[in-house]
């Protein structure tokens, strides 16, 4: 028998590790000669996961031969048909466009809207070919949508980008604090971890505040249901408690921080009456929670979408680190801010510069010495990186508009469904006059607005890296061919960079080689990697970092349990953390007369974001088989609407059509949409048909989890929705443990 391959799950920010078996031969077709199917399992070996999966990292084999773009596609305009063309064809449509663009727009016309599904190695050709060769920093990722407020906050209060905690603080916290985050849906080996620990050990507390009643909040020990958008109110109200109480760590303020007085002078205005009725909260609840802050030797507070979605998201995320500060609740075992990371490799793009203002190695773009010392590294003239940061996916859509731009290329994500204000965002999107979309299946949503279709080849089919939530880095190996002529994301950016000119900085053969040059330059950056390379991954396993060259063999290989910031030296210049004196702003668009209701969106635990892989499971499908708004039984009893009824969900910018789920789980006055359901797997249910595009001034992310909206009943629901049936609000999280091998 073969041997497993070993790998890393390509779903979420946890990063399990996977082992991946061959189980069947699949019969040739026309377009591909016989192949085997592969089945996958937890890899028992690995650090982060310890053998545990979840249902979609334990499916996720059996989307890989569905529906795959097998062929370069191209056509004139979007009425068009696509036609097949070779990949000749297709690079030469490329950078004739780039060739044409940089004489016409200059190189700010181009844009590039990457992924956190990208390999390291593929973030870094692309920050080299974008950045660096064509000199714009118009490199966006989806990870705006995801993370950019937790970077913009950990790089505001410590100086430099970088969760500080690691898994093993799960298992020896005291206190759990989650807030906006859905664990046990979103995380759900990581939450098995600390939901472990927290069932063996009574003295332990798990404290979730979220506006809806989710399968982490019903293991709680508190749950506060805090009307959405009040985080600031909520944190600042604790952090008075804190304060009145004497609930502080005078050796660390004094020793390690800096701002602590501004930060008092704001508390005063959050007394607990006060911050209770603001939030929607019992004063008990909200002293409860102090006082297991107060009390805890060790506090881990988890976050992810509901702090970061925010149009205060950074604000939100350094309020939750004030409190860390306060009470130095950080750099020691079950301590610390631990911003659980979205995607697969957010992490790793965050690493090699992914998004329009930062650049490799933890460098920003705004910084002179940075841009100077990448320049040289990359043999390029001084000045070729441009000065300013970059547009962000939301200023590109803008820039469509105002026909700003000539090139726009999308890789590994799907905006047609992701993006907010989507009614404006496709008009925007069939403004562009070239559009290269490439993607690892076909259809998707995006294949609508774009002229060239590039195929991709994906997880397992190419080799390269990944860096989960606790910076551990794991080596993705391919385990079989590309189907079709699809190829790799790096090797397609380093080709069309070879054609531009630049062939000896992309004469890269391997993505080892890639890798080799990416981690030489974070040599003595906060994310020092040079110490790890494809070789030491594939023969040591999965590398925690900071792993610089020094390191020995040994100790890469066997800790896993590093720490940021364990002597209170932080990354800014003077060493310090900053306080940050922020109060609650609110939500960008509250409701009002017309538009009563906050809709809150997010994701359930089978699907992962716009169904590309999981939309093709039967499994997943039979689970979750179709969209719905969830409501609150008095809030449904006043309108008056049954469950199972039909609604029309709108707000200021367009709608939705969904059956109603009558629950409880959710507060009076809010309601939910999973944000899944895209074009393609149903009619009107797209949730971001009624976001709105208001940012995050610093972070520049989309508050995705709040905007206005009316609920209307309708009469006759779609004829083919009414034999399905509605979701069960039932726990989930079953958890398949690796069988023995
Ligand atoms: N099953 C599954 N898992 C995934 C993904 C997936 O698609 N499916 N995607 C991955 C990715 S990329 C990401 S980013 C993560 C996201 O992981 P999470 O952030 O856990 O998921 P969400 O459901 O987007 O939102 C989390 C919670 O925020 C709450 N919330 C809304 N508004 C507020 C507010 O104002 N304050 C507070 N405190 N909470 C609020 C929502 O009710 C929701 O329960 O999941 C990752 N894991
Ligand atoms: N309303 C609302 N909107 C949201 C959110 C929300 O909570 N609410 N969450 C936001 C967040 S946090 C995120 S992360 C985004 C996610 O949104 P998207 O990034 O749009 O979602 P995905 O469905 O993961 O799209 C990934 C695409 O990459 C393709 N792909 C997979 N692997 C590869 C590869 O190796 N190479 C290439 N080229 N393609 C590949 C897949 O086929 C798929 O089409 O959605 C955001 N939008
Ligand atoms: S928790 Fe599930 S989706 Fe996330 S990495 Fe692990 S197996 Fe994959
Ligand atoms: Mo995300």
Redesign the pocket.
């Known amino acids: 028998m073969t041997d497993p391959a070993k790998t890393l799950c390509p ?3 946890v990063g399990c590790g996977l082992e991946v078996v061959p189980v069947a031969q699949r019969p040739a077709n026309a377009d591909q000669p016989g192949q085997p199917q592969w089945q996958a399992r937890g890899d028992r070996g690995h650090p982060s996961s310890q053998g545990m999966v979840c249902v ?1 990292g334990a499916t996720v084999a059996e989307s890989i031969d569905r529906d795959r773009l097998l062929h370069p596609m191209l056509r004139a305009s979007l009425d068009d048909p696509f036609e097949p063309v070779s990949w000749e064809v297709a690079l030469d449509a490329i950078v004739n466009r780039i060739q044409a663009v940089r004489q016409t727009l200059g190189p700010d016309g181009i844009c590039v809207y990457g992924s ?1 599904q990208f390999q390291t190695e593929d973030y870094y050709v692309a920050q080299k070919l974008v950045k660096g060769c064509l000199g714009t920093n118009n490199f966006d990722a989806n990870s705006r949508l ?2 950019s407020s937790a970077v913009a906050g950990y790089i505001h209060s410590f100086g430099a980008d970088g969760p500080p905690c690691c898994y093993a603080d799960l298992e020896t916290t005291d206190c759990a604090f989650l ?5 046990a ?4 080996i990581a939450f098995n971890r600390l939901r472990k620990h927290h069932k063996r050990n009574a003295n332990v507390k798990l404290i979730v ?4 009643r ?1 399968d ?1 909040a019903k293991v709680a020990d508190l749950h506060l249901a ?1 009307r ?4 600031i109110t909520l944190l600042n109200g604790i952090g008075h408690l804190l304060l009145r109480w004497g609930a502080l760590t005078p050796e660390f303020i004094d020793g390690h921080t800096q701002g602590f007085a501004a930060y008092t002078e704001v508390l005063r205005h959050y007394p607990p009456e006060v911050v209770a009725e603001r939030c929607g909260i019992a004063v008990a609840d909200l002293e409860t929670t102090a006082r297991i802050w107060a009390d805890a030797k060790a506090v881990l507070s988890l976050w ?7 149009s205060e998201g950074t604000a939100k995320v350094r309020a939750l680190i004030n409190l860390h500060l306060m009470t130095g609740q950080l750099g020691r075992p079950g301590a610390g801010p631990f911003s ?4 697969p490799n ?1 992490m790793g793009g965050r690493e090699a510069g992914g998004l329009s203002h930062i650049l490799p190695g933890y460098r920003l773009v705004k910084e002179a010495e940075h841009r100077r010392q990448v320049e040289q590294f990359w043999g390029l003239p001084t000045g070729q990186i441009a000065a300013k940061p970059g547009l962000s996916v939301g200023e590109m859509m803008l820039a469509l508009e105002r026909q700003q731009v000539g090139l726009l290329w999308i890789a590994a994500t799907n905006p047609a469904v992701s993006l907010p204000d989507l009614n404006r965002t496709k008009a925007a999107l069939r403004q562009s006059p070239f559009t290269v979309y490439q993607d690892a299946y076909y259809p998707t949503e995006t294949a609508a607005f774009a002229h060239l279709l590039l195929p991709a080849a994906q997880w397992g089919e190419k080799t390269g890296t990944m860096t989960n939530s606790e910076r551990v880095i794991t080596l993705c190996p391919a385990f079989r061919p590309p189907p079709g002529e699809a190829r790799p994301d790096w090797e397609i950016f380093a080709e069309v960079g070879r054609r531009l000119g630049f062939a000896q900085q992309f004469a890269f053969t391997t993505s080892a080689e890639v890798h080799r040059e990416f981690a030489q330059l974070t040599q003595g950056r906060p994310c020092d990697m040079t110490g790890v390379s494809h070789a030491r991954l594939a023969t040591l396993g999965p590398i925690q970092w900071p792993c610089p060259d020094s390191e020995t063999p040994d100790t890469a290989a066997t800790k896993h349990d590093k720490r940021l910031y364990t002597d209170g030296t932080f990354a800014t210049a003077d060493g310090r953390a900053r306080f940050a004196p922020v109060h609650e702003k609110g939500l960008a668009e509250p409701p009002d007369e017309r538009y009563p209701f906050v809709l ?10 716009t169904q590309t892989r999981t939309g093709r499971i039967e499994k997943i499908q039979k689970m979750h088989p179709q969209p719905f708004l969830e409501m609150h039984p008095r809030d449904a009893e006043q309108m008056p609407i049954e469950e199972g009824a039909w609604v029309e969900v709108r707000s200021q910018r367009g709608l939705a059509r969904l059956p109603v789920l009558v629950t409880l789980n959710i507060r009076r006055g809010t309601l ?1 949409v999973p ?2 359901w895209g074009s393609l797997w149903a009619d009107d249910a797209e949730c971001n048909a009624l976001t709105h595009s208001e940012v995050c001034p610093i972070s520049g992310q989309p508050e995705l ?2 905007c206005a909206v009316q609920v209307v009943p309708v009469a006759h629901p779609p004829l083919d929705s009414t034999t399905q049936a509605l979701p069960q609000a039932t726990e989930s999280s079953i958890l398949s443990a690796a069988p023995t091998s």
Request: aromatic letters at 8%.
């Open positions: 779903y979420c920010g979609k956190g995801c993370m807030i906006g985050t859905n664990a849906e979103c995380h759900p505040v979220d506006p809806r989710t982490t805090i959405p958008g009040s985080d992810s979408m509901g702090l970061n979605q925010s659980l990371t979205g995607q957010a809150t969106t997010g994701r359930l635990y089978g699907h992962w974001h939910f944000m899944h989890k709040a």
